[in-house]
């Protein structure tokens, strides 16, 4: 059963990158079917999608964060990363890696239990 | 870019049926999918393409989608339906997955 697993630094400083990797066991990430993505959650609040990224490498981005984000893959890992460069505390959120179909269901129907991170000095 | 309104807060007393709206412009010519989220946990996807459910999903759970609102239906509402609940489209205008706000169900 595929499973993914978020892992790096939960306290992060103000104008320092972001950096999480999201490992993916129980099937490959170069699977043609998968896109890749990330989403967060601040807390108390709503999902908002970062990105995600096919296994070729190819990337799209939330335009509102395109700036400061970017998304990457190791398939000889079979794990893909995020960096999230400038952060401030709004960045602060539980971050969630996760698969989309590229067929029905067409969604994020697999997730990562996600990974707490703080930006604060 | 596209926004999704979703209603804060729904409540429904055990055995009853909830319905969580999802309402953007012309939301019926998208792909509606639908995510439960209880405290602490990741979302889990319920419902895609508007009504259809992934195997595992009770069949309690249905989806409908028209004009400028989508539907998230819950029949016989139980204990464990208790959850936050998104929405989720793509805006093909700006190429990217947009989540409602969420919408707290409450069991009474």
């Known amino acids: 059963q595929l499973q993914l697993q978020e892992s790096g630094p939960g306290l992060v400083k103000p104008s320092e990158t972001l950096s999480l990797t999201c490992t993916v066991s129980g099937g490959s990430i170069s699977s043609s079917s998968y896109y890749w993505g990330w989403i967060r959650q601040p807390p108390g609040k709503g999902l908002e999608w970062i990105g995600s990224?096919?296994?070729?490498?190819?990337?799209y981005y939330n335009p509102s964060l395109k700036s400061r984000v970017t998304i990457s893959v190791d398939t000889s890992k079979n794990q893909f990363s995020l960096k999230l460069s400038s952060v401030t505390a709004a960045d602060t959120a539980v971050y969630y890696c996760?698969?989309?179909?590229?067929?029905?269901?067409?969604?994020?129907?697999?997730w990562g239990q996600g990974t707490m991170v703080t930006v604060s000095s | 870019s596209y926004v999704l309104t979703q209603p804060p807060s729904v409540s429904v007393a055990p055995g009853k049926t909830a319905r969580i709206t999802c309402g953007g412009n012309?939301?019926?010519?998208?792909?509606v999918h639908w995510y439960q989220q209880k405290p602490g946990q990741a979302p889990v996807l319920v419902i895609y393409y508007d009504s259809d459910r992934p195997s595992g999903i009770p069949e309690r759970f249905s989806g409908s989608n028209s004009g400028n609102t989508a539907t998230l239906t819950i029949s016989r509402v139980e204990a464990g339906d208790e959850a936050d609940y998104y929405c989720q489209v793509w805006d093909s205008s700006s190429d990217f997955w947009v989540f409602g706000g969420g919408t707290k169900l409450t069991v009474l």
């Open positions: 012309n939301i019926g010519s998208k792909s």
């Open positions: 996760a698969r989309r179909g590229l067929g029905p269901p067409d969604a994020f129907d697999i």
């Open positions: 990224i096919y296994y070729s490498g190819s990337t």
